[in-house]
């Protein structure tokens, strides 16, 4: 069963770097996923597609200090120069053949 | 520019019917797969259902599967999302959103969403 997972909840201080995990189940280390972004009282914006190799493509207009990167079955987005806007809840989301899929969602707080 | 514009929620009775659209602008509609999205309030996103580019292959998940049909016309450039059988589990905000092809893959375009509350 293809299942992304994800902490419920991260902080960091502003100015500073975090990083965001997603995690595949088992036999699916291959996906690609995307990460979103919500901030509050708004709808999702998307951030990247971020392959298994840990090469990524951005949305427009998003800003360099959004990266992603891969190791195996995680997936991960590092935010570096933290601002306040970047507090919102962080999704990544994998599709197969027949089935779309969201992680639970990381909520960032921006210390 | 690229836009995604849903319609049609509103406040309705259990067991009732409604139809949500997507009216979409910007780009080659007939191209991409689009999809179903909600959220439910202060719940993740979750994904609904899925129509190919050409509107030949449509997936759902296991919760609306049966009651819920998804169905594009490419030549007014919308998507609907046809909602049977509602149930209080199915109050949320309804997103649509682009792949960044015309089958399964990354959403790269978001609508703003629309308010569906069932409730008697």
């Known amino acids: 069963q293809l299942v992304l997972t994800q902490s419920p909840s991260a902080s960091a201080s502003l100015g500073a770097s975090v990083k965001l995990t997603c995690t595949l189940s088992s036999g699916h280390s291959s996906y690609a996923i995307a990460w979103h972004q919500q901030q509050p009282e708004k709808g999702p914006r998307y951030l990247m597609k971020l392959n298994s190799d840990g090469s990524h493509r951005k949305g427009d207009g998003i800003p360099d200090r959004f990266s992603g990167s891969s190791s195996g079955a995680e997936r991960y987005l590092t935010i570096s120069s933290l601002q306040s806007e970047d507090e919102a809840d962080y999704y990544c989301?994998?599709?197969?053949?027949?089935?779309?899929?969201f992680g639970g969602g990381t909520k960032l707080t921006v210390l | 520019q690229v836009q995604l514009v849903e319609s049609g929620g509103g406040v309705v009775q259990p067991g009732t019917s409604l139809r949500l659209s997507c009216a979409a602008s910007g780009f080659t509609f007939s191209s991409y797969a689009l999809h179903w999205v909600r959220q439910a309030p202060g719940k993740g996103l979750e994904w609904v259902a899925v129509?190919?580019?050409?509107?030949?292959?449509?997936y759902y998940a296991d919760s609306v599967k049966g009651r819920f049909t998804i169905s594009r016309d490419n030549s007014k450039n919308t998507l609907y999302l046809h909602m049977n059988s509602l149930r209080a589990e199915d109050t949320a905000v309804y997103y649509c959103?682009?792949?960044?092809?015309?089958?399964?893959?990354?959403?790269?375009?978001w609508g703003q969403g629309t308010m569906v509350t069932v409730s008697s």
């Open positions: 989301q994998t599709w197969g053949i027949d089935i779309g899929v």
């Open positions: 129509i190919s580019y050409d509107g030949n292959k449509k």
């Open positions: 959103a682009r792949s960044s092809s015309g089958t399964f893959d990354a959403f790269n375009i």
